[in-house]
């Protein structure tokens, strides 16, 4: 009695869960709380309370968001997949540009703020810092992701190279984690935790690909089914058949 009142449980939450994230409320319910760090920022600065380098602060904050809403986006298909709870795919793109929205404030808030746009001291700043230069290579794959996410973008690059190009989210996910590791001094937990958890979406979402691969190489022909012989009419010999059970004359 305990299992079944279990899984009838699990179907129970499963679908409340799935009406929950398919009502006509939860797209905009997402989008706001979405916002919800950029205007906590904004009303940090404004209030003074950032500490004594806000427009540093505010360029962490922003890229920390960035990528947090990037994992969380990779992670919508593997809790997709454990719980059973389809709607949670229709987030993926919303959060996906989420982490390119955050990830263009955290550019443009050094660009604009921290640097005042002064071009050649930001140009030379890439190409002498490295985590600089791993954070523009993130930058950029997100900014082609975004531009490629509509579904006229689909229709034109197609649906195997579009899945193809998108799957450089997950360097996109790498080159963040990597360029909050050689941001910070020294080696501290949180770059690590970000990093593992990229490395272990990326495993989740390669090692059912294989696990399918194995079962269709285990898979075996169905057997041939046969029909039973008919009885002979008395007075008749038994006509001949094979062992299989076919007759000679249906083989020629």
């Not at 709380?33 to 205007?39: T, Y």
């Not at 004594?52 to 360029?59: D, N, T």
């Not at 997949?81 to 955290?106: E, I, K, N, Q, S």
């Not at 593992?196 to 979406?201: A, E, K, P, S, V």
């Amino acid at each position: 009695m305990v299992a079944p009142l279990a899984s009838a449980g699990g179907v129970d939450a499963r679908a409340a869960a799935n009406a929950a994230l398919t009502s006509r409320w939860a797209k905009p319910v997402v989008f706001t709380l979405a916002l919800v760090p950029l205007v906590w920022t904004v009303w940090l600065a404004y209030t003074g309370e950032l500490g004594a380098e806000p427009v540093l602060e505010s360029v962490k904050a922003s890229g920390l968001w960035a990528l947090r809403f990037l994992l969380i986006a990779l992670a919508l298909t593997p809790l997709r997949m454990l719980t059973g709870v389809a709607g949670l795919a229709r987030f993926r793109r919303m959060l996906g540009l989420f982490a390119f929205f955050y990830a263009a404030v955290h550019l443009s808030t050094y660009v604009g703020l921290d640097q005042f746009f002064d071009w050649p001291a930001i140009w030379k700043e890439i190409v002498k810092r490295p985590y600089i230069t791993v954070g523009m290579g993130a930058f950029l794959i997100l900014t082609a992701l975004a531009a490629t996410s509509t579904d006229g973008m689909v229709k034109r690059l197609g649906g195997k190279r579009w899945r193809a190009l998108h799957m450089a989210v997950f360097v996109a996910g790498l080159a963040g984690c990597l360029h909050f590791i050689m941001l910070v001094k020294g080696w501290q937990t949180a770059p690590l935790v970000y990093a593992l958890i990229c490395i272990g979406l990326l495993a989740f979402r390669r090692w059912p690909i294989r696990l399918g691969q194995r079962k269709d190489g285990r898979r075996k022909e169905a057997p041939v089914r046969t029909r039973p012989a008919a009885a002979p009419r008395s007075g008749e010999a038994p006509a001949p058949h094979f062992p299989d059970g076919s007759s000679p004359v249906r083989r020629s």
